[in-house]
């Protein structure tokens, strides 16, 4: 079973910009982006089809890119034009396997 190791995670203040890397143990195909809220429920953010398209949250779109380097098997969240609200834990997905990462804490705050 694939392994994930999320990083890229901090502290930062609005309008900042962070970029989140999973590294995988194995080949990725469809990977996603998922976020956690504190007394929310887990939500995608980004992710990856099994054919290669990227789709994004309403609440993220213009605003984070999801990327990817077949090569070093890592899947990338660059974040953007950060808010306050984009606070929550981060995880990396790997939907053929439903495996998930441990996931990476993101603060936005001044």
């Known amino acids: 079973q694939v392994q994930l190791v999320e990083s890229g995670g901090g502290l930062v203040q609005p309008g900042g910009s962070l970029r989140l890397s999973c590294a995988a143990s194995?080949?990725?195909?469809?990977m996603g982006w998922y976020r956690q809220a504190p007394g929310k429920q887990r939500e995608l953010v980004a992710r990856f089809s099994s054919i290669g398209s990227a789709n994004y949250a309403d609440s993220v779109r213009g605003r984070f890119t999801i990327s990817r380097d077949n090569a070093k098997n890592t899947v990338y969240l660059q974040m953007n034009s950060l808010k306050p609200e984009d606070t929550a834990v981060y995880y990396c997905k790997d939907e053929r396997s439903d495996t998930w990462g441990q996931g990476t804490q993101v603060t936005v705050s001044s």
């Open positions: 194995g080949s990725i195909n469809a």
